[in-house]
C-alpha cells in the first residue's frame, strides 16, 4: 500500500551547475560550510555521507577543503552488508577519499565490521551515534533511477518499518529490489536519523534523474519514491544540487 508524504520541512532548494566540474566544487563549498559553522559552536560535527559513484567527485572536492578535519567524524547513510575490502563497499570509498592530507585526520565510521552479523553491526552504528549525543551537521543522500535513497528501495522488505522506525540505522532486505543487484543485505540510515540534522543535501546528475525527481516530489508517494521522505522529513529545506 503506497502512503503520501506530506512536507513538513520547507520546500526544497535547487542549486543547478553548468557542468560537472561545477557541481561538485559547489556542493563540496556548501557542505564545508555548514561544517564550519557547526565547528564553530560544537566541539565535534558529524557528517553522514552515502556511497556510489556519483557523489565522489563531490567527496574528493570536499577532503580538499580547509576544515578542522580532527574535530569530523565521517560515518554512512547505508551500507551492503559486505567485508570492509569488498568492491562493492561504501565504507571502502570513503576510506580512499578521505586517506590522504588533511582529511585524513577524520575519524570514520565504518557501519559493517567483518566479524559482527548484521544485526550487531547495526546496534553498534545506532550506539555510536548515540553515545556522539549531536545532531548531524549534514547528510548527504543520492538517489537512484528507481526513486530510492540511502537503501530505502521500493518494494523493499521492511520498508515502511524503517520509515517510521524510532532506531537511526536499521536492518533492510532489498532482495527482489533490481537497482540492489546482488547485495540485498544492507544497513540504511532511517527518518529518525537525519530529521534533526542541520543540512541535508541530495546530489544528482542528468536529465533522466531530475525527471524522476521532480516526478516523486509532484505525486509524493513515498513507498513508490523513498526519496520523498529525505525532502520532506526534516526541519531544514533539502538542498538539490543537479548538473545536466
Known amino acids: ?4 508524504q506530506t512536507l513538513h520541512a520547507p520546500a526544497p532548494l535547487w542549486h543547478v551547475h553548468a557542468d560537472a566540474a561545477a557541481w561538485a566544487e559547489a556542493a563540496a563549498a556548501q557542505i564545508t560550510q555548514q561544517l564550519h559553522r557547526d ?3 560544537q566541539p565535534q560535527a558529524l557528517l553522514l555521507l552515502s556511497g556510489g559513484s556519483t557523489p565522489e567527485p563531490v567527496y574528493r572536492a570536499l577532503a580538499a577543503q580547509s576544515l578542522d578535519w580532527s574535530r569530523l567524524v565521517v560515518a554512512l547513510v547505508d551500507e551492503r552488508f559486505v567485508p ?10 570513503l576510506r580512499a ?7 585524513a585526520a577524520a575519524t570514520l565510521w565504518p557501519l559493517v565490521d567483518a ?3 548484521l544485526d550487531a553491526c547495526v546496534a553498534r552504528g545506532n550506539a555510536r551515534i548515540a553515545e556522539l549525543g549531536l545532531a548531524p551537521s549534514a547528510v548527504v543522500f543520492g538517489m537512484g533511477e528507481d526513486g530510492h535513497t540511502a537503501s530505502l528501495f521500493p518494494g523493499a522488505a521492511g520498508l515502511d518499518a524503517a520509515l517510521h522506525a524510532s532506531a537511526r540505522y536499521v536492518a533492510i532486505d532489498a532482495s527482489g529490489c533490481p537497482v540492489a543487484g546482488d547485495y540485498p543485505q544492507r544497513i540504511t540510515l532511517t527518518p529518525a536519523g537525519w530529521r534533526a540534522a542541520h543540512a541535508r543535501f541530495l ?9 524522476v525527481l521532480q516526478h516523486a516530489l509532484v505525486l509524493g508517494e513515498v513507498s513508490l519514491s523513498p526519496v520523498v521522505a529525505a525532502a520532506a522529513d526534516g526541519a531544514v529545506p533539502l538542498h538539490i544540487h543537479w548538473n545536466p
Request: proline share 11%; aromatic share 2%.
Open 97 to 103: 577519499v578521505f586517506a590522504h592530507g588533511p582529511a
Open 39 to 41: 565547528l564553530h559552536t
Open 115 to 117: 566479524d559482527l552479523p
Open 84 to 93: 570492509p575490502d569488498s568492491p562493492g563497499s561504501n565504507g571502502r570509498l
Open 1 to 4: 500500500m503506497s502512503t503520501v
Open 203 to 211: 546530489l544528482i546528475r542528468g536529465e533522466r534523474k531530475r525527471a
